[in-house]
């Protein structure tokens, strides 16, 4: 079962915060974030592997709510380079699934 | 030194050609991937193999034949191309257990496979 993420598309200026969100209808055992740059490979963000728990990269973090089933992402203070495809990923028994991203754009 | 590499980068062919992508890694990983990535950017996992053995295979149609010959390398074959099988496709690696958990994954740059 997919991941839904939203917003679909964001557009920021630079200083800007933003949040993505990550729910999925499955229990949560751990979430994972990827940033995909245009005509790039995915990259690893961060894991986030317990309730609660809050993980950081740059200014960028993430928290887990197991009970509710969902994750957010949070962009502080956006640079240009946070610009690119945002995905979460849940594990599923050893298959990471991806939602479907959130485009996020940072202009000057 | 390139952690993930695949080739090649590009593939432009013809309905009902037959074309292999390879791909290699030299992380020390025990597990490799391929995702397919569509037009809509929607990422969707298609095999895994934990050292040589295949462990997942998700609903993919039989023309795509993925195959391990040692635990740092993951080819993909596919036979009679589709244009709906136009797409970029990744290869990616992770210390997880593929079945058991995901662990970070080191994707490839990715192949685009463009059918006429």
């Known amino acids: 079962q997919q991941p839904v993420q939203s917003p679909q598309a964001v557009i920021l200026r630079e200083g800007e915060d933003a949040v993505i969100n990550c729910s999925s209808s499955?229990?949560?055992?751990?979430v994972h974030w990827y940033r995909q740059k245009h005509g790039e490979a995915p990259v690893f963000l961060m894991i986030l592997l317990k309730g609660g728990e809050q993980k950081g990269h740059e200014k960028i973090s993430a928290s887990f709510n197991e009970k509710k089933q969902q994750s957010s992402l949070y962009l502080t203070a956006s640079q240009l380079s946070y610009s690119g495809t945002y995905f979460c990923g849940t594990d599923q028994g050893g298959k990471l699934i991806f939602g479907q991203g959130t485009e996020l754009s940072v202009k000057p | 030194d390139t952690a993930v590499s695949q080739t090649p980068k590009y593939l432009v062919t013809q309905m009902g050609n037959d074309k292999s992508i390879k791909c290699e890694q030299n992380?020390?990983?025990?597990?490799m991937y391929w995702y397919k990535q569509d037009s809509k950017k929607f990422l969707k996992i298609m095999f895994s193999?934990?050292?040589?053995?295949?462990?997942i295979n998700e609903t993919v149609p039989n023309r795509f034949s993925p195959k391990s010959p040692d635990k740092a390398h993951l080819n993909l074959h596919i036979n009679s191309l589709e244009l709906g099988d136009s797409a970029v496709y990744f290869c990616a690696s992770s210390v997880g257990l593929a079945g058991v958990e995901t662990g970070e994954l080191f994707f490839g740059e990715g192949s685009r496979l463009t059918v006429l």
């Open positions: 499955k229990a949560l055992y751990s």
């Open positions: 193999y934990n050292n040589k053995e295949l462990i």
């Open positions: 992380l020390g990983h025990d597990t």
